[in-house]
C-alpha cells in the first residue's frame, strides 16, 4: 500500500482531514511513518493494529508517541475495543472472511457511536487476491472461513496454483473466482449486504487499491480529487510509474541471472579442473608414481 501514497493516499487524507484513523495491517511500518507524520502535524491520532509485524515497526513507533495506540491483536479481536475512525486502511490478511468481517465490524461499531462508518481504503483488491483467498494462519479461521489451500505460487491468467509462481510460500487457495473468495469480492458483498450507500473506486495497479466512500462522508472537494485519479493525464502518470516498477524488477531479475550464470560458470570450471585433477592421480598411479 505504501505505492499509493503519495499521489493517492496522501491526497486523500489531506482532503478528507481525519482526526481519528485506523491502519489494519502495519508490517514493517512504512506506510505507518506516513500516517503518524500526518497525526503529528495536525494533532490527530491513529489505531495501528498488527498481531505479528515485522521488527522496524516497533524502531517506527519509538519516534512518536501520543499520535498512536498499538494493539498486537488480530482485527477482528481489536475493532469492536476501539472508536470508529474518521478513516481506515486496511491491509492484513487478504482474504474473504477476514476482510468481510473487519468491514461489518467497523460498520457495528459506528453503528453504535452514532457515527458513519468510515472511509476505508483497502489494499489487494488486484490481482493476484481479488478473487483468490490468502491465508497467513488457516488454523485461526473455521473449515467454513477458508477454501482448499496450499503452500503454492500463482501467475497471472492461470486459475489453479503451480509448484513456481508468485507467494508459494503462503497458503493460497488452491482455485481463483467463485463465492467468498478474495478481498474484492468481500468488498462487494459487503456493499451489497451493508445497507448503506457507498462509492466504490478502484485503483487496478500494484495489487489495487480500493476506495470506499459512505455517502455521509463524501464532499464535493474529495469526490473531485478521487474523479481526478482517473483523468487521462492521471493514468498515463501511473503507467509511466508501472513502467518503472515493471522495469526495476526486470533490473533484478537480470542481475540475479548474471549472478547464476557466473556461479554457474564458476562451478563448471571448478568441475572441469577436479575431473583433470582426478584423470592425472589415476595416470600417476597406473605409472606408480607418487601423486
Known amino acids: 500500500m505504501n505505492r499509493f501514497w ?4 496522501q491526497p486523500i487524507i489531506d482532503t478528507a482531514q481525519p482526526r481519528h484513523l485506523m ?13 503518524l507524520n500526518y497525526c503529528r502535524r495536525v494533532g490527530a491520532t491513529v489505531d495501528i493494529v498488527d498481531p505479528a509485524p515485522r521488527p ?3 524502531e517506527v513507533l519509538r519516534e512518536f508517541g501520543p499520535e498512536y495506540h498499538y494493539l498486537p491483536l488480530k482485527s477482528v479481536a481489536a475493532i469492536p475495543q476501539l472508536a470508529t475512525p474518521d478513516m481506515a486502511l486496511i491491509d492484513g490478511d487478504h482474504n474473504w472472511a477476514t476482510v468481510y468481517t473487519e468491514l461489518n465490524l467497523l460498520l457495528a461499531v459506528a453503528v453504535g457511536s452514532g457515527a458513519p462508518p468510515p472511509i476505508t481504503l483497502l489494499h489487494d483488491v488486484a490481482w493476484p487476491y481479488a478473487r483468490r483467498d490468502m491465508y497467513y494462519n488457516p488454523d485461526d479461521l473455521e473449515a467454513s ?15 489453479h496454483l503451480l509448484e513456481e509462481g508468485m507467494n508459494g510460500i503462503l497458503a493460497n487457495a488452491l482455485v481463483e ?8 469480492t468481500a468488498v462487494e458483498d459487503y456493499i451489497a449486504s451493508s445497507g448503506v450507500e ?6 487496478p495497479f500494484f495489487n489495487g487499491l480500493g476506495i470506499l466512500v459512505p455517502r455521509q462522508r463524501m464532499t464535493p472537494e474529495l469526490n473531485a480529487l478521487i474523479g481526478s485519479f482517473f483523468t487521462a493525464e492521471s493514468l498515463l502518470t501511473s503507467c509511466k510509474e508501472i513502467e518503472a516498477d515493471s522495469m526495476h524488477v526486470r533490473a533484478l531479475l537480470a542481475q540475479t541471472e ?12 571448478a568441475r572441469e579442473l577436479l575431473n583433470a585433477q582426478a584423470l592425472r ?8 608414481l607418487p601423486k
Not at 473466482?177 to 474484492?184: E, H, K, Q
Open 258 to 269: 548474471i549472478r547464476l550464470t557466473r556461479r554457474t560458470q564458476a562451478l563448471t570450471r
Open 177 to 184: 473466482g467463485g463465492p467468498r473468495n478474495g478481498v474484492l
Open 281 to 288: 592421480i589415476q595416470e600417476l598411479e597406473k605409472l606408480g
Open 145 to 159: 472461513q477458508k477454501h482448499p489451500y496450499a503452500y503454492k505460487g500463482m501467475l497471472p491468467g492461470v486459475t
Open 56 to 58: 522496524s515497526l516497533h
Open 23 to 35: 491502519e489494519i495491517g502495519a508490517d514493517s511500518g512504512w506506510n505507518t511513518r506516513n500516517i
Open 198 to 203: 457507498y462509492q466504490f473506486f478502484q485503483l
Open 6 to 9: 503519495s499521489r493517492y493516499i
